[in-house]
């Protein structure tokens, strides 16, 4: 019965929005917002997580899409701007926010998580425009995808720092660099030897037979990186370069990236972008509007000006940069696990919890709006 709700509204907004040119994203979030509102999320979802699983199963799938369709060398070619931007993005907003709690009189340890909230970003927004528009294989959709994936890495140090300093639990620090350098390995031997091996499978088996295998191969890449505390996402972003060798032809690569899109933007994806808008809660509304003003303020500022950095140090234009700086303000996983934490344990009050999460869906729903103007306007500026 969940599905079938959340699905409808989603499509009937989606066919809404559609018809005045907007994107399929912006109407999931509003179906989030809708259903969140209290009468309705009490008879439907105060005790159930189907949303939130679906939502996780989403971003996996989004990411081995991405990682089936981005062209890995040509990413490698661009990681001076990839770095920049992912390290700047995320160094300005988390210093600004950090600086302005203080200011506001909260606690260094509140400060500090309001300055990974604001700091770290999320793929599946800006992962979905690009595959819609075709960007992905851009100058600036790989750019866009590197510092994405990058700042992954920062959402590891941030939820750890929670999970350590706030709840208890032990963080063992040196294994982070042995899980990567494990993980690498990993990979490596995937890419070298797995595409063989799955050859030899591939020519007793049929399409859909194939295109389950691309499955398990993609769940089973984001289940090594999560037993190794890396995130499903980076794991399934290399299951789908991985997948990526598989195909003998583009025919039959394209035919299999077919029949993925559709079972992940017509089935899937829709509960992450609706479970964004379920996360908003009605009661705390405008209940501290200098905060929630300051909270969104250096959320959008700190990832624009991290980002514009890029563009002195490289041939990016300044124009490249600020759209690169939107698409990293697209937010909506590991901070709203941070703070939900937080909030939990009596660290955050109520009003920042809901400030970040308002700020969350409105930087969200940003970038398509933004995106799409500036490709009607600039219709070269990804390359």
């Known amino acids: 019965m969940i599905l079938t709700i959340v699905l409808t509204i989603s499509f009937a907004l989606s066919l809404l929005f559609r018809r005045y040119k907007y994107p399929d994203v912006i109407a999931q979030i509003c179906a989030g917002l809708l259903l969140g509102i209290p009468i309705l999320k009490n008879i439907f979802f105060s005790a159930n997580n189907v949303v939130q699983v679906f939502s996780e199963i989403g971003i996996i799938f989004l990411l081995l899409l991405t990682g089936m369709e981005v062209n890995y060398k040509k990413l490698l070619n661009e990681k001076k701007e990839i770095i920049i931007v992912a390290v700047f993005s995320f160094i300005i907003p988390f210093t600004l926010g950090y600086i302005c709690m203080i200011l506001l009189?909260?606690?260094?340890?509140?400060a500090i998580i309001v300055g990974f909230a604001l700091s770290l970003t999320a793929e599946g927004t800006k992962l979905k425009l690009l595959l819609d528009y075709n960007l992905i294989r851009t100058k600036i959709g790989e750019i866009i995808i590197g510092a994405g994936i990058a700042d992954d890495f920062f959402e590891i140090i941030g939820l750890s720092f929670v999970l350590f300093n706030i709840i208890g639990t032990t963080v063992h620090?040196?294994?982070f660099p042995i899980e990567i350098i494990g993980f690498s390995i990993i990979m490596f031997i995937l890419l070298k030897?797995?595409?063989r091996l799955l050859e030899n499978i591939k020519r007793t088996?049929?399409?859909i037979e194939d295109f389950t295998l691309v499955i398990i191969l993609g769940l089973m890449t984001a289940f090594i990186a999560q037993i190794l505390d890396l995130g499903t996402i980076i794991g399934a972003f290399m299951g789908g370069i991985v997948v990526h060798k598989l195909f003998n032809t583009e025919e039959e690569e394209k035919t299999m990236l077919k029949d993925l899109k559709m079972i992940t933007f017509g089935f899937i994806v829709p509960f992450f972008f609706v479970n964004i808008g379920l996360q908003f809660n009605y009661d705390k509304l405008f209940t501290d509007n200098l905060l929630f003003i300051v909270i969104l303020g250096v959320a959008i500022i700190g990832k624009l000006i991290?980002?514009?950095i890029v563009s002195f140090f490289s041939d990016i234009t300044?124009?490249?940069s600020m759209l690169i700086g939107w698409a990293m303000n697209s937010r909506g996983a590991v901070e709203l696990i941070i703070v939900g934490i937080a909030k939990a344990n009596n660290i955050i009050p109520d009003t920042i919890f809901n400030a970040i999460v308002l700020m969350t869906i409105i930087?969200?729903?940003l970038f398509p709006l933004i995106l799409k103007r500036t490709l009607k306007n600039n219709p070269d500026i990804m390359n």
């Open 105 to 110: 009189g909260y606690s260094k340890t509140v």
């Open 306 to 308: 991290g980002s514009i």
């Open 205 to 207: 088996t049929n399409e």
């Open 363 to 365: 930087t969200t729903m």
């Open 193 to 195: 030897y797995l595409p």
């Open 173 to 175: 620090w040196f294994k």
């Open 318 to 320: 300044l124009k490249q």
